[in-house]
C-alpha cells in the first residue's frame, strides 16, 4: 500500500512538471542570425553613411529571459534563437549598421602598450592583455545591453564611448500590440520586426545622433 501511494506521488510530481514546462514553453518560434534581414528603408538614415563606428560589446540582462529565449508576457509564445540572444541582436546589428552604410571597424592593438624588453603584454594563449585593445580615435564604440524583453515590451540601454568619454548611457524601451496570430512563420517574422524596431528607434533619437 505504501508503495503504491509513493509511487502514485512520484507520478503526480512528473505529470505537474512536465505539464508546468508546457506551459513555460508554449508554441515556440525559432529566430536565426542568418534569416535576420533589415526590412526598413537604409535612406531614411542617411546621416550615418560614411561613418565608423566599433561594436564594442552586447550583453542580456534580463531577468525574464532566458539564454536562447524571450516570451509572451502570458508565457504562451517562446521565441528562441539559433544563438544566444546578446549575439542574436550583435549578428543582428551588425546587418543593420552596414545595411544604412555604417562602416563598422575593429579595435586596433596599441603599440606602445610593451614590457621592458620590447614584447607585448599578452595572455598565454596569445591574445593581447589588458589595455592592449582601443578603438581609432575618433570613432565611437557601441555598447547593447538587453534590460527586460518580452514580445510585447522591450527595455534596452545604449552606451556609446568615445575617446575614453562616456557621450552616452541612455535607457530606450520600445513597444508592440500583442500577437495577431499564432503562425510559426507569422511570429518569427514579428521577431524579426522586433529587431528592427529597436534599431531605428535608437537611429532616430536625438541625443544618440549627437553622441555619434
Same mark, same amino acid.
Given at each position: 500500500?505504501?508503495?503504491?501511494?509513493?509511487?502514485?506521488?512520484?507520478?503526480?510530481?512528473?505529470?505537474? *512538471?512536465?505539464?508546468?514546462?508546457?506551459?513555460?514553453?508554449?508554441?515556440?518560434?525559432?529566430?536565426?542570425?542568418?534569416?535576420?534581414?533589415?526590412?526598413?528603408?537604409?535612406?531614411?538614415?542617411?546621416?550615418?553613411?560614411?561613418?565608423?563606428?566599433?561594436?564594442?560589446?552586447?550583453?542580456?540582462?534580463?531577468?525574464?529571459?532566458?539564454?536562447?529565449?524571450?516570451?509572451s508576457p502570458d508565457k504562451k509564445l517562446n521565441?528562441?534563437?539559433?544563438?544566444?540572444?546578446?549575439? +542574436?541582436?550583435?549578428?543582428?546589428?551588425?546587418?543593420?549598421?552596414?545595411?544604412? *552604410?555604417?562602416?563598422?571597424?575593429?579595435?586596433?592593438?596599441?603599440?606602445?602598450?610593451?614590457?621592458?624588453?620590447?614584447?607585448?603584454? *599578452?595572455?598565454?594563449?596569445?591574445?593581447?592583455?589588458?589595455?592592449?585593445?582601443?578603438?581609432?580615435?575618433?570613432?565611437?564604440?557601441?555598447?547593447?545591453?538587453?534590460?527586460?524583453?518580452?514580445?510585447?515590451?522591450?527595455?534596452?540601454?545604449? +552606451?556609446?564611448?568615445?575617446?575614453?568619454?562616456?557621450?552616452?548611457?541612455?535607457?530606450?524601451?520600445?513597444?508592440?500590440?500583442?500577437?495577431?496570430?499564432?503562425?510559426?512563420?507569422?511570429?518569427?517574422?514579428?521577431?524579426?520586426? +522586433?529587431?528592427?524596431?529597436?534599431?531605428?528607434?535608437?537611429?532616430?533619437?536625438?541625443?544618440?545622433?549627437?553622441?555619434?
Amino acid at each position: 500500500m505504501k508503495n503504491s501511494m509513493k509511487w502514485g506521488g512520484i507520478m503526480a510530481f512528473c505529470i505537474i *512538471g512536465l505539464f508546468l514546462t508546457g506551459c513555460a514553453s508554449g508554441t515556440k518560434i525559432t529566430m536565426t542570425q542568418e534569416k535576420y534581414a533589415p526590412s526598413f528603408r537604409a535612406g531614411d538614415y542617411s546621416r550615418y553613411k560614411g561613418k565608423k563606428l566599433v561594436l564594442s560589446s552586447f550583453y542580456n540582462q534580463a531577468q525574464n529571459t532566458r539564454t536562447y529565449n524571450y516570451f509572451s508576457p502570458d508565457k504562451k509564445l517562446n521565441y528562441e534563437g539559433n544563438v544566444s540572444l546578446d549575439n +542574436l541582436y550583435l549578428n543582428s546589428f551588425t546587418k543593420a549598421f552596414k545595411h544604412i *552604410g555604417v562602416n563598422l571597424v575593429d579595435y586596433t592593438y596599441d603599440d606602445d602598450y610593451r614590457n621592458h624588453h620590447g614584447y607585448r603584454y *599578452g595572455y598565454w594563449w596569445g591574445g593581447p592583455g589588458p589595455g592592449g585593445y582601443k578603438a581609432p580615435k575618433g570613432v565611437p564604440e557601441f555598447q547593447f545591453v538587453i534590460l527586460s524583453m518580452t514580445d510585447q515590451e522591450f527595455k534596452f540601454k545604449v +552606451l556609446v564611448f568615445k575617446d575614453g568619454a562616456t557621450k552616452l548611457d541612455k535607457e530606450y524601451t520600445v513597444t508592440m500590440a500583442a500577437a495577431a496570430t499564432d503562425n510559426p512563420t507569422e511570429l518569427e517574422k514579428r521577431g524579426y520586426q +522586433l529587431v528592427d524596431l529597436a534599431f531605428t528607434t535608437i537611429m532616430r533619437d536625438r541625443d544618440f545622433q549627437r553622441a555619434f
